[in-house]
C-alpha cells in the first residue's frame, strides 16, 4: 500500500505564489512517474503537470511558463511551484503517483486564488 500526503495549498491573491509539496510513503519500489492534476470547480479533472523517473516533464498549456515540476527521490516527493497564479487556477489539486501497474493518488489539497 501507497499513501501520499500532499501539502502548500491554501489562498493566494492572483498573481502570487504558492508551494505544493507530495510525500509517497509505504510500499514503494520504483517510481515511474509523479504529478499533479486539477479539479476546477464544476469541471472535470486535468493533469497539471507531471515528471518522470528520468526528469523529463510533461504541462498543460496554460501553466507552462508559470508552474515547475520537481521531484526528490530520496524523499519520494514530488513539488509543485506555482507563480503568477491567476484566478482559473482555483482548484482541488490532486497528486498521483504511478509505479506500474498501478496508479495513487493523494487525498487533494485547496488552492484559491482570490483578490
Known amino acids: 500500500q501507497v499513501q501520499l500526503v500532499e501539502s502548500g495549498g491554501g489562498l493566494v491573491q492572483p498573481g502570487g505564489s504558492l508551494r505544493l509539496s507530495c510525500a509517497a510513503s509505504g510500499s514503494i519500489s520504483s517510481i515511474d512517474v509523479m504529478g499533479w492534476y486539477r479539479q476546477p470547480p464544476g469541471k472535470q479533472r486535468e493533469l497539471v503537470a507531471q515528471?518522470?523517473?528520468?526528469?523529463?516533464?510533461v504541462y498543460t498549456d496554460s501553466v507552462k511558463g508559470r508552474f515547475t515540476i520537481s521531484r526528490a527521490d530520496a524523499k519520494n516527493t514530488v513539488y509543485l511551484e506555482m507563480a503568477s497564479l491567476k484566478p482559473e487556477d482555483t482548484a482541488v489539486y490532486y497528486c498521483h503517483l504511478y509505479m506500474a501497474p498501478t496508479y495513487y493518488w493523494g487525498q487533494g489539497t485547496q488552492v484559491t486564488v482570490s483578490s
Open positions: 515528471i518522470s523517473s528520468g526528469g523529463s516533464t
